[in-house]
């Protein structure tokens, strides 16, 4: 069984279209996350929700908006997408509490390319 | 804001050679901290994940130490092999608040065989 999933796994769409990934867990975990990945690879923290309240809201443009309809959901779509919203967009979530661990488990990723 | 600084940005050994890759932070109140592996086009991968109350954590060849006070965190493979090739990611997390995990960006390693 998959701990976290993403969908779609790729995406390939034209500047100015709306799109969005899915995310879900399986893992009973209060806390999810979506991080993005630039083409240097380096990861950046966009948003995290805890038990549907969000919780990071980092500087990103009011076209990516998340939504978790519930706890082991957490979608992410995106408005009027430009070029630089190409990369790869990673869920991940993990169980925060004082007798948790804290571990992180990501999904695999979900590549966005706008031409 | 916690800063997570990964020293060498790459790194290539021969095989069978011991790897010693570097993180630090700036901030040490941490939740505990993280090892991942990312492979080309892949996800991440867990590898050790240290609580800020542990010092070290081991998984067969690996091994990570942390040292909060100096705000350190290595990780140790053993006897290195061509598929330990791969970009290895430490990741400090916030102990409070909004438990933000914060990233370095990254030590790639080669191992040739």
């Known amino acids: 069984d998959t701990a976290v999933s993403q969908t779609p796994k790729y995406l390939v769409t034209q500047m100015g279209n709306d799109k969005s990934i899915k995310c879900e867990q399986n893992l009973g975990h209060d806390t999810m996350y979506w991080y993005k990945q630039d083409s240097k690879k380096f990861l950046k923290i966009m948003f995290s929700?805890?038990?549907?309240?969000?919780?990071i809201n980092e500087t990103v443009p009011n076209r990516f908006s998340p939504k978790s309809p519930d706890k082991a959901h957490l979608n992410l779509h995106i408005n009027s997408l430009e070029l630089g919203d190409s990369a790869v967009y990673f869920c991940?979530?993990?169980?925060?509490?004082?007798?948790?661990?804290?571990?992180?488990?990501f999904g695999e990723g979900s590549r966005l390319t706008v031409l | 804001k916690q800063e997570v600084t990964q020293i060498p940005a790459a790194l290539s050994v021969p095989e069978g050679e011991n790897l010693v890759l570097n993180c630090s932070f700036t901030d040490s109140a941490i939740y505990n901290l993280q090892w991942f592996r990312q492979d080309p086009g892949k996800g991440l991968t867990s590898l050790l994940l240290?609580?800020?109350?542990?010092r070290e954590q081991t998984s067969g060849r690996l091994n990570a130490s942390l040292d909060k006070s100096s705000g350190r965190s290595t990780l140790y493979i053993a006897a290195s092999q061509p598929g330990d090739s791969a970009t290895y990611l430490c990741?400090?997390?916030?102990?409070?608040?909004?438990?933000?995990?914060?990233f370095g960006a990254g030590t790639t390693v080669t191992v040739r065989a």
């Open positions: 990741a400090a997390h916030k102990k409070t608040g909004d438990y933000k995990l914060s």
């Open positions: 929700y805890n038990n549907k309240e969000l919780i």
């Open positions: 240290i609580q800020s109350s542990q």
């Open positions: 991940a979530s993990s169980q925060v509490q004082i007798r948790d661990t804290g571990e992180l488990f």
